[in-house]
């Protein structure tokens, strides 16, 4: 069993930073690849970024690409989002998620990941 929990999330203007952070504990959380997703009011939610188990491969959405960037501290058990450049389009809450397929192979839906946090909001005002 592993938990998840979020911090970070905020009120920040556009064009402004945040650093999200996922603690995990429980068992062996260090082994899971992590993702961070992300719901808007109205809409579904979806993916955002994902970094390989070791830390080594990354892979953003196109919307977010060049603009966030995940990294992840095994020591620590803890991933990050930082998150640069905001819109007010990524105004959401977000959620990290652990899964432990073999990398580069991803989850083909979010009910086959492990496990999930329970979000943390960030608002960007314009």
């Known amino acids: 069993q592993v938990q998840l929990v979020e911090s970070g999330g905020g009120l920040v203007q556009a064009g402004g930073s945040l650093r999200l952070s996922c603690a995990a504990s429980?068992?062996?959380?260090?082994?899971?690849?992590m993702d961070w997703f992300r719901q808007a009011p109205g809409k579904e939610r979806e993916f955002v970024a994902t970094?390989?188990?070791?830390?080594?491969?990354?892979y953003y959405a196109d919307s977010v690409k060049g603009r966030f960037t995940i990294s992840r501290d095994n020591a620590k058990n803890t991933v990050y989002l930082q998150m640069n450049s905001l819109k007010p389009e990524d105004t959401a809450v977000y959620y990290c998620?652990?899964?432990?397929?073999?990398?580069?192979?991803?989850?083909?839906?979010?009910?086959?990941?492990?496990?999930w946090g329970q979000g943390t909001q960030v608002t960007v005002s314009s």
């Open positions: 998620a652990a899964d432990r397929g073999p990398w580069p192979v991803r989850p083909a839906t979010q009910d086959e990941y492990d496990y």
């Open positions: 429980g068992r062996t959380p260090s082994t899971y690849n």
């Open positions: 970094i390989s188990w070791r830390g080594g491969m990354t």
